[in-house]
């Protein structure tokens, strides 16, 4: 059964760089054929995804966030992460890595999520 | 960019009542539509792809159908653990709708 483990700090400061890491277990991120996805979800509000990762490190952004996301992956470990630039309050959410189904259409396996906080 | 609606936003019914929630695309997705079920505090739970393919291990009670740019999920009779937030989402740049929230 794959199974997907957020982590990273729950509070960052305005303006640094959110930093979070996806564990994976289950499953190969290097094997290839799978989309590894971030996505967030705003306080009481709807989903929106920020880019993935698949297959020899290539990557996709959702373009309105595209300049200040980048998600990278260490294959020695079986993770990938997420560092998003010059946060504000704007980007407090809880912060989702999630794998697709296939083709990377839609998102079959999510992990549990992790709050992120932005403030001083 | 492709922009999802949903409809309603909330919906009250009760155990063994049906449920008929609606989402609508902006432009044409052909089939390219899931939907997804959350719970407080848990990750979205993929329930529908492809418009009416059922995902693994979900019950049959939940069906989906439409194309282009209507499409319904349907809970032939609800369950008390199927009240939840409901979500439609479609592939190009992954964009959900807004969710419709199934109470009792």
């Known amino acids: 059964q794959v199974q997907l483990q957020e982590s990273g700090p729950g509070l960052v400061r305005p303006s640094q760089t959110l930093s979070l890491t996806c564990t994976v277990s289950g499953a190969s991120i290097s094997s290839g054929g799978y989309y590894w996805s971030w996505i967030r979800q705003h306080p009481g509000k709807g989903l929106e995804w920020i880019g993935y990762?698949?297959?020899?490190?290539?990557?996709f952004y959702n373009p309105s966030l595209k300049s200040r996301v980048t998600i990278s992956e260490d294959t020695s470990k079986n993770q990938f992460s997420l560092n998003l630039s010059s946060v504000t309050a704007a980007d407090t959410a809880v912060y989702y890595c999630?794998?697709?189904?296939?083709?990377?259409?839609?998102?079959?396996?999510w992990g549990q999520g992790t709050q992120v906080t932005v403030s001083s | 960019e492709v922009v999802l609606t949903q409809s309603p936003g909330t919906l009250s019914l009760s155990p063994g009542e049906r449920a008929t929630l609606s989402c609508r695309a902006s432009?044409?997705?052909?089939?390219?539509l899931a939907w997804y079920q959350q719970k407080p505090g848990q990750a979205p739970r993929l329930l529908i792809y492809d418009a009416s393919s059922r995902a693994t291990g979900i019950p049959a009670r939940f069906s989906g159908s439409g194309s282009g740019t209507d499409f319904t999920l349907t809970i032939s009779s609800l369950e008390p653990e199927d009240f939840a937030v409901y979500y439609c989402?479609?592939?190009?740049?992954?964009?959900f709708g807004p969710g419709t929230k199934v109470d009792f």
């Open positions: 990762i698949y297959y020899g490190g290539s990557t």
């Open positions: 999630a794998r697709d189904l296939r083709y990377g259409d839609y998102f079959e396996y």
């Open positions: 989402q479609q592939r190009n740049l992954f964009t």
């Open positions: 432009q044409s997705v052909a089939n390219h």
